[in-house]
C-alpha cells in the first residue's frame, strides 16, 4: 500500500468530524503514515497521533452547552475569550501529555500556523506537539496569538486551511483531504436568529443604554461582544425570521467564505487524491457540543466515497 497522508482541515466546531473519517478509515483498513492538521484538524491530528482518539471522542461526546460556556470569560487585554488554563487541561487531559515531543510520536506529524508580521506559512514538524496545536488553532478573536521563536503566529487556516502541501512534503504518496468549509460560507447566518432575539429582550438593552452613555467602559464594551458569542453558544433554529448578523455572526461568516476560497485555489494546483467533503454548513462556529452529529457525518462522508477509496488503493 503507498505511504498514505491525511489533511485534516479547519473549520472550528465542525473539527469533531474527523473523528468520524478517522473512525471509519480504520473500519476499512486504512490507517494514515502521516497526520497533518490546521486548526482543530492539529488537535484532532495530534490526538490520533498520540494514541489519544478514544480519549478524545468520549469527552466531545459529553460536552454540554454549559460545560461549554466555562470555556469563555471577559478578557481586558482584549486577545481573546477563550481560557487558556483551561482548554490547556483539556489538551493535557484528552488529546497528549505536555511534554510529548513530535518527533517521539509514532506517527508522522505536522501543523501549520500563519507569521501574523509578513503572512508566511509556517510547519511545525518538530518541538512540543501542544506547541504546534496552539500555533495552529489561534484563531483571532478567540485566542491570543502564540508566541515561538521570536514569532507571532495565529490560526494556519489564515494560508492553508487544508494541508494537503504539507503531507506531500513529508513523503505522502496518496493524500486523503478532509475540507470542512465547502458549503458553510453561505448557510450561517440562520443559526442565531432566535436566541439574538431572546438577549435582545433585556441584555441588549443594557448593551443599548451603555452604548448610548458617553461614558460607557470597557467593561461594557467587553460584555456586548460576548454575549454575542453567547448567541451562538445557545443557538435556536425553530424559526426562519431574519436578522442583520452581529459580529460572531459575520465574522464566522468571513471566515469561512475566506478559507473555502484559499482551499479551492491551492487545491487548484495541488489536488489530492481523495477528497472528503463533510455535510456541516448546519453547525456553527462555536457549536462544540454537537460532536455526535459531526461525527456521525465524518462517518457517513467516508462511506459516501468508499468505491472510490477502494479503487484508488487497490485493496
Known amino acids: 500500500m503507498p505511504r498514505i497522508g491525511i489533511a485534516l482541515g479547519s473549520g472550528s466546531s465542525r473539527g469533531w468530524a474527523h473523528i468520524g473519517v478517522l473512525r471509519a478509515l480504520a473500519e476499512m483498513g486504512i490507517h494514515p503514515d502521516i497526520i497533518c492538521g490546521c486548526s482543530v484538524g492539529s488537535i484532532v491530528g495530534a490526538a490520533y497521533a498520540a494514541g489519544n482518539l478514544d480519549r ?35 489538551f493535557h487531559a484528552h ?23 509578513n503572512g508566511r506559512e509556517v510547519w511545525f514538524t518538530e518541538g512540543r506537539v501542544l506547541d504546534a496545536v496552539w500555533a495552529s488553532i489561534a484563531l483571532p478573536g478567540l485566542f491570543p496569538p502564540f508566541r515561538h521563536r521570536k514569532q507571532w503566529l495565529v490560526d494556519g487556516g489564515l ?26 460560507a453561505r448557510r450561517y447566518a440562520h443559526h442565531t436568529h432566535k436566541a439574538r432575539d431572546k438577549v435582545a429582550a433585556k441584555p441588549a438593552g443594557i448593551t443599548k443604554a ?4 458617553k461614558g460607557e467602559s470597557l467593561v461594557d464594551s467587553l460584555a456586548a461582544s460576548l454575549r454575542e458569542y453567547s448567541s451562538v453558544l445557545l443557538p435556536d433554529t ?23 476560497k484559499i482551499t479551492r485555489s491551492r487545491m487548484a494546483g495541488d489536488p489530492p487524491e481523495i477528497l472528503l467533503a463533510p455535510r456541516l454548513e448546519n453547525i456553527g462556529l462555536l457549536e462544540f457540543f454537537r460532536a455526535e452529529e459531526a461525527i456521525k457525518e465524518g462517518r457517513s462522508t467516508v462511506g459516501r466515497m468508499q468505491a472510490e477509496i477502494h479503487s484508488l488503493l487497490e485493496f
Do not use: H
Request: glycine share 4%.
Open 95 to 117: 488529546v497528549c501529555e505536555e511534554a510529548q515531543r513530535i518527533t517521539e510520536l509514532p506517527r508522522t506529524f505536522a501543523t501549520v500556523s500563519t507569521n501574523l508580521e
Open 210 to 213: 451603555a452604548a448610548n452613555n
Open 56 to 90: 478524545l471522542e468520549r469527552w466531545v461526546l459529553s460536552l454540554t452547552r454549559l460545560e461549554l460556556m466555562r470555556f469563555f470569560e471577559l478578557n481586558v487585554s482584549l486577545n481573546g475569550f477563550v481560557k487558556r488554563d483551561k482548554l490547556q487541561q483539556f
Open 159 to 184: 494560508v492553508n486551511p487544508v494541508p494537503v502541501s504539507l503531507c506531500r512534503a513529508l513523503g505522502a504518496e496518496v493524500v486523503i483531504a478532509v475540507n470542512l468549509n465547502g458549503n458553510v
Open 238 to 260: 425553530s424559526t426562519s425570521k431574519e436578522y442583520e448578523p452581529g459580529l460572531m455572526d459575520a465574522l464566522a461568516a468571513s471566515i469561512n467564505i475566506m478559507q473555502d
